[in-house]
């Protein structure tokens, strides 16, 4: 009904438009008789041209126009505001040009031609200026402090997927200082926390509400700024292939410790910061022949095995370890083996540390 409602009342504004063309045509022909042909052909014309057209006129375009700017990446509101105001200024110089000519056109297009241009002019040039912000500035204020580059711009934005908001690692990285810049949640990602935070399994709920805390303190307790971004893709339903168009549509990278979204933005060029990978190349490197001491914890899955751990959750594998089970156990290296889950050690036992220090 809205829809309908909508249509008619552009019709009716351009079957106006069309009855004064059709009147002014009309009041220049010779044959008075053509007069009342003009005006209803234009008025009727206008107003079927309207009624069909409307859409194509008004709401497809507001919605693509509305659909950009939500894609588009967040600027400061200063410089939103600076590159409309070029956008007005163009719109207005070009007004003030084309003033004089059309005014010279017969009543009533002379006296109401210059206004709709420049209303049209703003409607054209502001919006685009608005979408090309950064594009815009860089060229007039190239060099200016305040004002990014696209290579800033991208390396100042990172986007945070929801396993890595859950596993928490990351705002002890941000401590650190090796992450700078600001980090975007996506709308989408948070009504997946939500989600899982209301999930009736307890663990699911237990990781979905940690991922809410994980953010809250994201937020208080580092100098990291974090912008929730409403930017949206109706089209799709999949949480990781939003945030790769997302991730391609700002032109950043994201945060996670998932494989599968980490190999599929990687086919689509988009990089990511894996957190697990990061894990592991920060780990110490142990080499075949270090002795440590490790405390044997629980069996191994071959006979005779035992399994430790290092600080830093490195599992050890000792053989022969059983027989040590919840002992410090003095061991000496045999073999490191790296896979994708993490890294493995192999060990052979010494001799147990409380042995070792009665002698």
């Known amino acids: 009904m809205r829809g309908v409602l909508f249509r008619a009342i552009v019709a009716i504004v351009i079957g106006v438009g069309g009855w004064g063309l059709g009147k002014f045509i009309a009041g220049r022909t010779v044959d008075p008789n053509d007069e009342l042909a003009w005006i209803l052909a234009l008025s009727i014309g206008g107003y079927v041209f309207g009624y069909l057209l409307a859409p194509y006129l008004t709401i497809r375009p507001l919605r693509w126009l509305r659909g950009r700017i939500q894609r588009m990446p967040r600027m400061l509101p200063v410089q939103g505001i600076v590159a409309g105001g070029i956008g007005l200024a163009f719109a207005l110089v070009i007004t003030a040009l084309a003033t004089l000519p059309l005014s010279m056109l017969p009543d009533p297009w002379g006296k109401w031609s210059p206004l709709i241009l420049g209303v049209f002019l703003c409607f054209l040039f502001v919006p685009i200026m608005v979408l090309q912000g ?22 100042n934005l990172i986007i945070l997927d929801t396993n ?15 992450i700078q810049g600001t980090l975007i949640v996506p709308r989408f990602v948070l009504d997946e926390l ?11 709920r237990n990781r979905g509400r940690r991922g809410l805390e994980m953010l809250t303190q994201l937020q208080r307790g580092t100098d990291v700024p974090v912008q929730i971004s409403d930017i949206d ?3 799709t339903h999949e949480v990781d292939s939003k945030l790769v168009r997302l991730a391609k549509t700002l ?16 086919l689509q060029g988009v990089k990511v910061l894996n957190i ?13 022949g270090e002795e440590l001491i490790i405390r044997i914890v629980q069996e191994g899955k071959e006979p005779g095995q035992g399994i430790g751990f290092l600080d830093d959750g490195t599992m050890v594998v000792v053989e022969g370890g059983r027989r040590h089970l919840n002992t410090e156990l003095s061991i000496a290296v045999t073999r490191v083996l790296q896979t994708a ?16 220090s009665k002698r």
């Open 134 to 155: 950064p594009a815009v500035l860089r060229f007039f204020f190239s060099g200016s402090p305040g004002v990014p580059t696209h290579r800033d711009a991208r390396n």
């Open 164 to 178: 890595a908001i859950i596993d928490g690692r990351i705002a002890d990285i941000i401590q650190t200082g090796f």
């Open 194 to 204: 939500r989600h899982i935070a209301d999930s009736p399994d307890a663990l699911r």
């Open 233 to 235: 893709f109706d089209d």
């Open 251 to 266: 032109h950043c990278r994201i945060v996670s410790n998932d494989y599968n979204l980490n190999r599929v933005a990687t």
């Open 276 to 288: 697990n990978e990061l894990a592991n190349a920060v780990k110490p490197v142990i080499l075949p």
């Open 341 to 356: 889950a993490g890294r493995m050690i192999f060990a052979q036992p010494k001799e147990p540390v409380d042995e070792r």
